[in-house]
């Protein structure tokens, strides 16, 4: 076997050993929450190389995808205005529930599941090779009068 063969050999045994650990990876989740209740996700990620190609092939649409889990969960239409291969924005219309009495006003916002993104994704033919993590490395909600909370 000459140098080259085994260096492609090499390289391809390393690829596959390698590949299957990688896959998306959340970031980060801000959600800006507007005075009627609107909220605005700001999602950063990280998408694996199979992922990214998925994509660039538009084998996978991650605005379809998108706006498909959070359609599931709310009770008007969602719009996603941005999906890269790595951040997305989506709008949610009445994402909050408002409750006022006298002065004080509050937000209830819902939790947010991501197991229906898990789902979608085991439905693509490389699935088996991913490991995903939908859950946020760092969540962000942003209120209207400007405070914040970190989870």
Request: one cysteine or more; glycine letters at 2%; proline letters at 7%.
């Amino acid at each position: 076997m000459n140098r080259f063969t085994f260096a492609l050999v090499t390289f391809c045994i390393l690829a596959a050993a390698i590949l299957p650990v990688q896959a998306y990876t959340a970031k980060s989740l801000t959600i800006t929450l507007a005075p009627d209740g609107d909220a605005r996700l700001d999602m950063q990620y990280d998408l694996s190389f199979i992922e990214q190609s998925a994509v660039f092939f538009k084998i996978a649409d991650p605005a379809a995808e998108l706006k498909n889990a959070f359609d599931t969960h709310s009770s008007e239409p969602v719009s996603v205005t941005e999906a890269t291969s790595s951040s997305a924005v989506v709008i949610i219309p009445s994402f909050a529930d408002i409750r006022r009495a006298g002065t004080r006003t509050t937000m209830i916002t819902p939790g947010l599941s991501f197991e229906r993104a898990r789902q979608v994704m085991d439905e693509y033919w490389f699935a088996p090779l991913l490991s995903p993590d939908f859950s946020p490395e760092v969540t962000t909600v942003v209120f209207p009068d400007g405070h914040k909370a970190v989870y």
